[in-house]
């Protein structure tokens, strides 16, 4: 049974991160693709979530520290309804604040726009189909207007790994290959494994007891992140991230 603990401190610090690892293993390429389909509206975690996030140092020292509001709802765009998932996060350090608003498809979750603003107004805002990745040149002052990458039919939008997770159908010892792509990036999108590796019984101070799968991606060598989703609800309720000498916690907050 895990104890999850929130240290005082990081409440009051709100330093946001954006952290880049080592690219993770890749998945043989004989290995299905998993599918999203099908999906409806029910299907969906809608609301807003909160999640603290923050780093600490083998010796228990945190490094950063911030808050990622996430909500999900339903739009209509052009006579379509969308799935929108609006992020906000937050950070004593006024440099690292941003705010994301991401478009998807409700049936398979496939992205179709994103439009992220940092501290310093900087836009990059970007146009997703089944062949490219390409900037909106509509969106005044995108640093990213003139952006092309080639993609595929399945590719998912990495910055939304958490909703992602709510939509997988889990089972012990599943693998999960999911084409991911991080918006803006010059690398492609690729198949990434995600695997079920057991489950456990989250002690919590503020959900109780959550009954978990734990799904586990391996990046480098001696690197590697593990989530804890509810086996009822699919949210993700805890993450922990490790690289060298350090741990990166998401943590899910009650509102």
Known sequence: MTFLKIPTIAILMLTTLFCSLATPVLAAPDDSPYVINNLVINDYNLGTKRYLEY????????????IWQRTTHTIEKEGEMFIAIDQVWRSTNENSNRQLESLNRI???????????????????????????????????NVKAEFSIASQADTLNWELDIETFSLLNYSADKVFKLNFYHPGSK?????????VVGSEVLTTSNFGDVDCWLLKIDYALGSHATFWIDKNTRQMMKMQEVWGKNNRYKILLPL
Not at 107 to 135: C, L, M, R, W
């Open 187 to 195: 690398s492609a999108p690729k198949y990434y494994l995600y695997t």
């Open 107 to 141: 049936a398979d979750f496939s992205p179709v726009y994103q439009k992220a603003v940092n501290s310093q107004n900087v836009v990059e805002a970007f146009n997703f189909d089944e062949q490219h990745i390409t900037g909106d040149k509509s969106v005044a002052d």
């Open 55 to 66: 780093i600490e140092d083998e010796t228990g020292h945190i490094k950063s520290t911030s």
